[in-house]
């Protein structure tokens, strides 16, 4: 066997790179997908970094990652979110993929990285590389016409409707703001305004005075006028004023549409919105988001509760991160540094656990992800105590 080696690739070699087995993993085939729309989907990807790995001259595997900013308990920081990770199928299950990902994340952490994302072709692959998993998104479904109540409230707002290219610049500022009270959200570090430029969405925007409260992003499709399917892929809010603005606006297409589908982030609640409402509900995709702690030093900042533990933090896949490390609040925010003695231990999973506020630390012992007596449990607790985040980016 020649000998394995990992490198970033660019320009052409980046292209030949990271169309056919991406094609062929991602894709239904034959035929493969149309060269041409994967490189420019390729070229559109500002900030992008791509990782190949050859065995001699052969492409065994390859994967990139795109840069984000997320906010992890009301601070931003710099993510990477990996994507098309995907080997040969004849070079399989040799430890490829696991080379190439240890690669990839060196360099997106060198890039300035804090933390990374993924949506993962099997979750215990990436849990024993560090990753935890989130919540998933949800796919409610209802009639609209139980939301027929709604057109006799006052609700002090009004909707504006625009198709997205001509909307999207009030559309991404209001991300932009939910983020910032949002634990968990993600959007990339260079907006793609390729999809807004095709113009295959609505977006409304719930406003009370000049402010946007709400936005919706949606489209409407169906075989049969009166029975069309009116569904939201954003349907995101700031007060209850906007929630109910755009449930409302919902229920202005009961004569147009007989069905509503919603995704929704994990934290919200719809079967307390409105009473009748009978909606279904499932997970979105079979697809559950991941997420981990790239490197430990550069998660100061964020808001934690009192407390202070130093713990012996282990990472194999990334061993710059391991060693004994104190985390203290101090004002209400994390203070990470190197310290010399540890109350317990810790794997990346169980402090990136914590981070997300995902897992109790109580669960640690058995899930393999640290050793803590009780009293640093009850001090891990009130430091990072439960969040359900929402990550938001697809990629």
């Not at 001699?56 to 992890?72: F, Y």
């Not at 279904?280 to 202070?308: F, K, N, Y």
């Not at 194999?316 to 203290?328: Q, S």
């Not at 914590?354 to 009780?374: Q, S």
Request: aromatic share 10%; hydrophobic share 40%; proline share 5%.
């Amino acid at each position: 066997m020649s000998e394995i080696t990992v490198r970033q690739v660019y320009g052409e070699e980046m292209l030949r790179a990271m169309y056919w087995m991406h094609a062929y993993a991602f894709s239904s085939s034959p035929p493969l997908r149309d060269r041409a729309e994967r490189e420019e989907a390729l070229l559109r990807r500002q900030g992008a970094t791509h990782m190949a790995a050859y065995d001699g001259d052969e492409l065994v595997a390859c994967g990139a990652s795109r840069p984000l900013i997320q906010q992890v308990r009301g601070a931003l920081y710099p993510m990477a979110g990996l994507m098309d990770v995907t080997t040969h199928p004849a070079t399989r299950r040799r430890g490829y993929a696991r080379k190439l990902l240890g690669a990839l994340l060196e360099a997106v952490r060198e890039g300035g990285a804090a933390c990374s994302g993924l949506y993962p072709f099997r979750e215990s692959f990436y849990e024993r590389l560090g990753y935890v998993t989130l919540p998933q998104v949800r796919r409610v479904r209802f009639d609209p016409a139980a939301l027929q109540p709604l057109l006799r409230w006052d609700l002090g707002g009004q909707v504006r409707l625009l198709p997205i290219e001509e909307g999207y610049e009030d559309y991404l500022a209001f991300l932009q703001e939910h983020r910032a009270r949002t634990h968990g959200m993600a959007m990339f570090q260079h907006d793609d305004r390729y999809e807004a430029q095709r113009g295959y969405q609505w977006v409304a925007l719930a406003t009370v005075g000049q402010r946007v409260e709400g936005v919706m992003l949606y489209n409407l499709r169906g075989e049969q006028i009166t029975r069309y399917a009116l569904r939201a892929f954003r349907f995101y809010h700031a007060s209850p004023a906007g929630r109910y603005l755009l449930l409302e606006w919902i229920a202005r297409h009961i004569d147009q549409a007989d069905r509503a589908e919603l995704t929704l982030p994990a934290y919200e609640r719809p079967e307390t919105w409105l009473a009748d409402l009978r909606l279904q509900s499932e997970t979105a995709s079979h697809i559950t988001p991941m997420a981990r702690v790239l490197d430990v030093a550069r998660i100061a900042g964020l808001q934690t509760g009192p407390g202070a533990v130093a713990v012996r933090l282990s990472d194999p896949a990334c061993p710059w991160n391991e060693g004994i490390w104190r985390l203290a609040s101090v004002g209400g925010r994390l203070e990470v540094a190197h310290a010399g003695e540890a109350q317990g231990a810790l794997t990346i999973q169980g402090l990136t656990a914590l981070v997300y506020g995902t897992h109790d630390p109580a669960e640690f012992g058995l899930r393999g992800w640290g050793a803590l007596d009780a009293a640093t449990v009850e001090t891990l607790r009130a430091m990072f105590p439960p969040r359900c985040p929402h990550l938001h980016e697809m990629f």
